[in-house]
């Protein structure tokens, strides 16, 4: 079963950037490879887990998929970049 957003880019896009680009071959006309959607949870939100399943609820209903849960590996606080930021030379 194809993708909605495929279809479309199949049927509607690929044929008006074959006119407007003057493309005589169809594997001229680019491809989307990759869509990544993201999303950011901040850390003060009073009830973490039920945001977290919100989320991912939210990118189901967009993408059609099931979210891959990836957390952060190294967290940065504001003032450590605020501070490297001042050391800087100007």
């Known amino acids: 079963m194809q ?31 990759k869509v990544v959607v993201n999303t950011c949870i901040p850390a003060h939100v009073s009830d973490l887990k039920q945001a977290l399943e919100d989320a991912k ?18 967290s940065i606080s504001i003032s450590s970049c605020a501070k490297a930021r001042r050391s800087a030379p100007k």
Not at 7 to 26: C, H, W
Not at 57 to 74: D, H, R
Request: charged fraction near 40%; glycine fraction near 4%.
């Open 57 to 74: 609820k939210e990118l189901a209903v967009i993408t059609g998929q099931k979210p891959a849960e990836t957390k952060a590996k190294k």
């Open 3 to 33: 993708a909605e957003l495929y279809r479309d880019y199949k049927d509607r896009v690929v044929p008006a950037l074959r006119e407007k680009l003057g493309y005589k071959n169809l594997l001229q006309v680019p491809k989307v490879d």
